[in-house]
T-cell receptor, first 112, second 114 residues
């Protein structure tokens, strides 16, 4: 089992729909969770961080964390073609200090 | 301001060349990282500096040599690289605030080894 797992996609959604991206992790002691967006050929850009169970909203983005089930998700409301990118889930595992473990990424395609 | 600046943006080098990548941040972050990323793969950690000391070396070949001259600057010295080393090299920094561990990435250096 990979430490951080994501469906590689592509996940295809129509413009204006809600895109739902999921990530599961294996280390139950993980404390910090991040979503990065990466456009093709560009560097990862931090879009959300979440540290406690529940939802965290920022504009069109909502991160959801469920530590009991060991998953974290990202919802993108009113998806736009400009949201088309690869979304990387990153986790700070217990006792990992300041290192992050990345999932393989999910490619999102938003079709006009 | 969460800017991490990397230079150069693109680099083409032969297998016998020596070159350096540079990374700079002025956010007062005390951890800096080098990652290597191949196409359609997640970033792969190479080195971590914490408080200007090398704390993590992920079994990287010696043809990659990191250097942290001060708390704002990180270099990656390259020598006798192989074509398979062609990749996007990313620098990141983190404030090391307990419990947060956010990392901010620079724009990267696209390296091609001929």
């Amino acid at each position: 089992q990979k430490e951080v797992e994501q469906n590689s996609g592509p996940l295809s959604v129509p413009e204006g729909a809600i895109a739902s991206l999921n990530c599961t992790y294996s280390d139950r002691g993980s404390q910090s969770f991040f979503w990065y967006r990466q456009y093709s050929g560009k560097s990862p850009e931090l879009i959300m961080s979440i540290y406690s169970n529940g939802d965290k909203e920022d504009g069109r983005f909502t991160a959801q964390l469920n530590k009991a089930s060991q998953y974290v998700s990202l919802l993108i409301r009113d998806s736009q073609p400009s949201d088309s990118a690869t979304y990387l889930c990153a986790v700070n595992k217990e006792n990992a200090g300041n290192m992050l473990t990345f999932g393989g990424g999910t490619r999102l395609m938003v079709k006009p | 301001d969460t800017e991490v600046t990397q230079t150069p943006k693109h680099l083409v080098m032969g297998m016998t060349n020596k070159k350096s990548l540079k990374c700079e941040q002025h956010m007062g972050h005390r951890a800096m990282y080098w990652y290597k990323q191949k196409a359609k793969k997640p970033p792969e950690l190479m080195f971590v500096y914490s408080y200007e000391k090398l704390s993590i070396n992920e079994s990287v070949p010696s043809r990659f040599s990191p250097e942290c001259p001060n708390s704002s600057l990180l270099n990656l010295h390259l020598h006798a690289l192989q074509p398979e080393d062609s990749a996007l090299y990313l620098c990141a920094s983190s404030p090391l605030t307990s419990g947060l561990y956010i990392q901010y990435f620079g724009a990267g250096t696209r390296l091609s080894v001929l």
